[in-house]
């Protein structure tokens, strides 16, 4: 397996719609493998393959709670519900953090490592991550939708809470 570098803003493949794969073969289970390597190495929840420059439909997602990593394979949203604002971040947005309204339960299908054609059902901040994957399969980043928008603190910062609130453009 091997680590991708990750690409951050204003790279233009973050903002390039990305293209289904045709079938699950051996180079899309090493992009998928090595998308899962380069998550666990920048201790991330989620990545999506135009992060890496590759504009295929690929993502993995891995939300510590107990149920592995996800594959998404050509993913499509079928039935979100339960919409609420909640934390946003992004490997490709370093230093930004925000709040966004997303469907903390969700149906999706996907394929396969083994080409099948599934439903998956998603909830919490499982869910939250997988649509900001699948926005990044179309080129949307959360700060395109975010409601509020913040600056990181500082590593050795002591206070608490947020940095200092970023004012959107409208
Ligand atoms: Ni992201």
């Known amino acids: 397996m091997a680590i991708y570098r990750i690409a951050t803003v204003p790279d233009p493949a973050l903002t390039t719609p990305a293209r289904s794969v045709p079938g699950v073969g051996p ?14 190495s920048a201790r991330g929840i989620g990545l999506a393959a135009p992060q890496v420059r590759i504009l295929k439909r690929l993502a993995v997602v891995d ?8 594959d998404l394979i050509n993913p499509e949203l079928l039935e979100g519900r339960d919409e609420r604002i909640g934390w946003d971040a992004c490997l490709s947005i ?7 309204l997303r469907c903390e339960w969700i149906r999706i299908r996907t394929l396969t490592r083994t080409g099948e054609s ?3 059902i998603a909830t919490g901040l499982r869910a939250r ?9 179309d080129g949307i980043l959360f700060t395109d939708k975010a409601v509020r928008l913040f600056k990181d603190k ?17």
């Open 27 to 40: 180079g899309v289970l090493r992009v998928l493998d090595n998308l899962a390597e380069t998550l666990r």
């Open 94 to 100: 370093p230093g930004i953090s925000g709040e966004t």
């Open 154 to 170: 500082p590593k050795e910062s002591e206070s608490d809470g947020e940095g200092p609130l970023i004012e959107k453009q409208p």
């Open 129 to 137: 991550c997988i649509l900001h994957e699948m926005d990044h399969l």
């Open 63 to 70: 939300t510590d709670d107990g149920l592995g990593t996800w």
């Open 118 to 120: 599934v439903e998956m």
